[in-house]
């Protein structure tokens, strides 16, 4: 069975102080790995999407790696705007091309 | 960049009523979708669309059905709503290279 795991489901850091979020995952046939942002009582904002093992995207203090049962989201010096829930989500395509949702980890910076 | 419009940011509704929640998208994508957003269960699939007057039940797809006359709009049913279906209900369209998603719909059932 596909299936997502994010770890921690929680995260509190310091302003300026870099870590990592992790999204574990099994799955038959990866087709790509997406990584959201949501902001309180709104929808996912996209962020990235990684195809194949060894692919590396960047976006401002993120950064986005994927191995072949594993992606990392890495927070470099974050800020106070960072605070959020980041979800992963498996792309399986086949007929349905849905998506399989981790249940995310809530990130709080503090200044 | 793609645009995926949810009618309602909040709504309450009665037990028994039947309630539409739509979804409009402005870029010409054969995909939608409806999720429900509840804390410790993450996103699951309600139902999803590949092409007009086509759909297909996902994980959770008791209680809802759905619509798609347009390719542009994708409507969520629920057909005598109960308090259990008080929850974020999320649109969304994409294909394999990112899905966007709408602002989301804040159902409260009463």
């Known amino acids: 069975e596909d299936q997502v795991t994010q770890s921690p489901e929680a995260l509190r850091l310091q302003e300026g102080e870099s870590s990592s979020l992790n999204c574990s995952y099994t799955v038959s046939g990866l087709r790509g790995l997406f990584w959201y942002r949501q902001d309180p009582g709104k929808g996912p904002e996209f962020l990235f999407t990684l195809y194949s093992a060894g692919e590396e995207k960047e976006k401002e203090r993120l950064k986005a790696t994927l191995t072949k049962k594993e992606s990392f989201l890495h927070i470099t010096a974050p800020k106070p705007e960072d605070s959020a829930t980041y979800l992963c989500a498996l792309f399986t395509g086949g007929a349905t091309n849905k998506l399989i949702f981790g249940t995310g980890t809530l990130l709080a910076v503090q200044p | 960049d793609v645009k995926v419009t949810q009618s309602s940011r909040y709504l309450v509704k009665r037990t028994g009523e039947k309630v539409f929640l739509e979804c409009v998208q402005d870029?010409?994508?054969?995909?939608m979708f409806w999720y429900r957003q509840d804390p410790g269960l993450g996103l699951r699939l309600i139902y999803f669309?590949?092409?007009?007057?086509?759909?297909e039940k996902g994980d959770i797809p008791e209680g809802y059905s759905v619509s798609r006359e347009k390719k542009e709009r994708f409507s969520l049913i629920l057909e005598s709503a109960s308090t259990n279906q008080t929850s974020m209900y999320l649109c969304?369209?994409?294909?394999?290279?990112?899905?966007?998603f709408g602002s989301g719909t804040r159902l409260t059932v009463v």
């Open positions: 969304a369209t994409g294909a394999n290279y990112g899905y966007t």
């Open positions: 870029m010409d994508h054969e995909n």
């Open positions: 669309s590949y092409d007009v007057k086509m759909k």
